[in-house]
């Protein structure tokens, strides 16, 4: 149960894009479509931006697209704003009922 | 709107043992798969243990197994958290979180701390 490999920090100016690597396994990211992000601001709960990969949920902004080769994910911010400065985390789903986070990525805004 | 609320956290020594609630409204909590996820102070999420909806299969992460438990209580829309033998490294927030359709965790409570101290 080894947690996700993230870049501990990434940032771009607004109205750029920042993407964000998400590194497992084959038991785990590499085996299975259960890919998560979350994003975290100081002191709140997390929030789920992307499920299933690439997918949105209801009220989740186009900015945030998911996409996924082999065992690492990847998260992409585009059209960075002041408020997406926060914490993002990956998730995934792995062998024998199991579940992994990543270790996390501090996004800043420039 | 769904509601997930934890309580039950506070101080405690080490060695000691703490049960966490998390009571559940607005959604029909039979039907989804529970997780709790905690969080160390500066630290990254981490995840903890996860029940599914009718209770048949529970897991955990390998640095609570045979110390904590997960159950729930369908009747009362109620998740738990028994957590025992508790070391200091337990300190954390520790959040409930429902389990969506595609193994993301859709909602999350407020947290609740745990402090293992003496």
């Known amino acids: 149960q080894s947690a996700l490999t993230q870049p501990p920090s990434a940032s771009g100016s607004p109205g750029q894009s920042v993407t964000i690597s998400c590194t497992g396994t084959s038991s785990d990211v590499g085996g299975y479509k259960y890919v998560s992000w979350y994003q975290q601001h100081p002191g709140k709960a997390p929030k789920v931006l992307i499920y299933?990969?690439?997918k949105r949920p209801s009220g989740v902004p186009d900015r945030f697209s998911g996409s996924k080769s082999g065992s690492t994910a990847s998260l992409t911010v585009s059209g960075l704003q002041a408020e997406d400065e926060a914490d993002y985390y990956c998730?995934?789903?792995?062998?024998?009922?199991?579940?992994?986070f990543g270790t996390g990525t501090k996004v800043t805004v420039l | 709107q769904v509601q997930l609320v934890e309580s039950g956290g506070g101080v405690v020594q080490p060695g000691r043992s703490l049960r966490l609630s998390c009571a559940a409204s607005e959604f029909t909590f039979s039907s989804h798969g529970m997780f709790w996820v905690r969080q160390a102070p500066g630290k990254g999420l981490e995840w903890v243990a996860l029940?599914?909806?009718?209770?048949?299969?529970?897991s955990y992460a390998d640095s609570v197994k045979g110390r904590f438990s997960i159950s729930r209580d369908n009747s009362k829309n109620t998740l738990f958290l028994q957590m025992n033998s508790l070391r200091a490294e337990d300190t954390a927030v520790y959040y409930c979180?429902?389990?969506?359709?595609?193994?993301?965790?859709?909602?999350w409570g407020q947290g609740t701390l745990v402090t293992v101290s003496s």
């Open positions: 029940i599914w909806y009718d209770g048949s299969i529970k």
């Open positions: 998730s995934s789903y792995a062998d024998t009922n199991n579940y992994v």
């Open positions: 299933e990969v690439n």
């Open positions: 979180a429902r389990g969506g359709t595609s193994w993301d965790l859709d909602y």
